[in-house]
C-alpha cells in the first residue's frame, strides 16, 4: 500500500488525509501551513494535547465546540478562567472532558500570558531548518531534538501536557515543520519565509 493516495478529485495526498472528507479538508487547507500570531498557536497547542491518547478526527470535529467552550483560544480570556469555568467545562459533552486536560489548558493560558517574548515567539524559536520532504511515514519521526527542547522548554515555563511527541505533533500542524509526503499535491514554501 502507498502512502501516497490518489483521491476522487485526481489529487495525490498523504494517505491519511484522503481517508474522510474532513481530513481532506485539513490535510489540503490547513497542516502544515505556517501558523504565527499567540492565540492562533494557543489554539494548537490546547487541541494537540486535548489529541493526546485519541483520534485527531475527534479532535478536528469538535474543534468549533472547543472553541467556544475556550472563549476562541484568547490567551488573556482563558488565563482568567476559574472554578466555575472548569465545572463548566467539564459539563460540556462538545469538548473532551478530562479535567487533566482541561486544567493544563487553564495553567498553560496562564503561562502563556507570562511570556515576555509571547508563545509565537517561543515556539518558532526551535524550528528546524528546512529539509527535504519525506518519500514515505517511515521517514516522519515522532520525536526530534527540536521537539524534545520545546516541551523541555515550555515545561520549565510551567506549560503541562507538551511532551516531546505533541510538541513535534505541534510543529507538523502549524509548518514548522514539512511533512507533506513527496509527490503530495500539497505543495508549501518553507517555513522560514
Known amino acids: 500500500m502507498s502512502d501516497l493516495v490518489m483521491g476522487e478529485d485526481g489529487l495525490a495526498r498523504c494517505m491519511w488525509g484522503a481517508s474522510t472528507p474532513d481530513y481532506a479538508l485539513y490535510h489540503d487547507g490547513e497542516w502544515g501551513r505556517p501558523v504565527r500570531g499567540d492565540d492562533a498557536l494557543f489554539e494548537r497547542l490546547t487541541l494537540e494535547a486535548f489529541q493526546s491518547g485519541l483520534s485527531w478526527l475527534t479532535i478536528l470535529r469538535k474543534r468549533p465546540a472547543f472553541r467556544t467552550a475556550f472563549a476562541g483560544f484568547s490567551i488573556a480570556r482563558v488565563a482568567e478562567f476559574g472554578p466555575a469555568d472548569e465545572a ?42 528546512a529539509r527535504p520532504r519525506p518519500a514515505t511515514f517511515a521517514e516522519v519521526p515522532a520525536v526530534t531534538p527540536e521537539s524534545t527542547a520545546m516541551a523541555k522548554a515550555l515545561k520549565k515555563r510551567g506549560f503541562r501536557f507538551v511532551g516531546p511527541t505533541t510538541a513535534y505533533a505541534l510543529m507538523q500542524a502549524t509548518g514548522m515543520v514539512n511533512d507533506h509526503l513527496r509527490g503530495c499535491h500539497v505543495e508549501l514554501e518553507p517555513a522560514g519565509l
Open 88 to 129: 463548566r467545562l467539564m459539563a460540556d459533552a462538545g469538548i473532551v472532558r478530562n479535567r487533566m486536560k482541561i486544567e493544563a489548558a487553564l495553567a498553560n493560558a496562564r503561562a502563556a500570558l507570562d511570556l515576555p517574548e509571547g508563545l509565537s515567539a517561543l515556539l518558532w524559536s526551535f524550528a528546524p531548518p
